[in-house]
């Protein structure tokens, strides 16, 4: 074998990720060699090649691959707005106190299924005057309730306006926004 095809096959095993054999190589340059300046210039391009794999080595691998990150989960602070004084229960209910102009009171609820979009109208609820107390199907997404307290005529009498209502953040503390 000539010391071009051993160069060669060295070439190739360290671009393969191998780890040649240095001293056979360098023999077998040594042997192959016609002359004193083809040995020379062969065992100085061996020792490029044993630079460029021991350069590979010390090189640290690549991490692995990080797990895309994962979309943010919409956030919001539940927050309060209007004249009722509105609290919860552990059970997931609204409360409110009892009113003598209302006459019926109107529960409206909506959800919001990203931190871009609009609240949409999931139901409306006509409850007597005497209600004191509604059910909330609280989820992972935020919902927003109206309770609107009506007088016989369907004047305005009472209102709140609960926003940002999940089941994490139902024991969270609500912010007071001025109505």
């Known amino acids: 074998m000539t010391v071009e095809g051993i160069l060669r096959e060295a070439r190739a095993e360290v671009a393969g990720g191998g780890d040649p054999d240095w001293k056979a190589l360098r023999d077998r340059i040594r042997g192959a060699a ?3 300046a083809a040995r020379k210039q062969g065992l100085a391009q061996l020792e490029r090649i044993g630079a460029v794999h021991r350069a590979r080595r010390t090189r640290p691998e690549p991490a692995a691959p990080r797990p895309a990150p994962r979309a943010a989960v919409l956030r919001t602070k539940p927050s309060l707005t ?9 059970d ?24 871009r979009s609009d609240y949409v109208t999931l139901g409306s609820h006509e409850l007597p005057g005497s209600t004191r107390r509604f ?9 927003r309730v109206h309770v609107l307290g009506r007088s016989r005529n369907g ?25």
């Open 34 to 36: 016609p002359d004193e």
């Open 135 to 143: 059910a909330l199907p609280l989820g992972d997404v935020p919902l």
């Open 155 to 179: 004047r305005l009498v009472r209102r709140a306006i609960a926003s940002g209502l999940t089941r994490e953040s139902w024991d969270e503390r609500w912010q007071r926004r001025p109505s």
């Open 82 to 90: 209007g004249d009722l004084e509105l609290r919860r229960t552990p």
């Open 92 to 115: 997931h209910h609204l409360e409110w106190p009892a009113e003598a102009a209302v006459d019926h009171w109107e529960v409206r609820i909506a959800e919001r299924s990203g931190a």
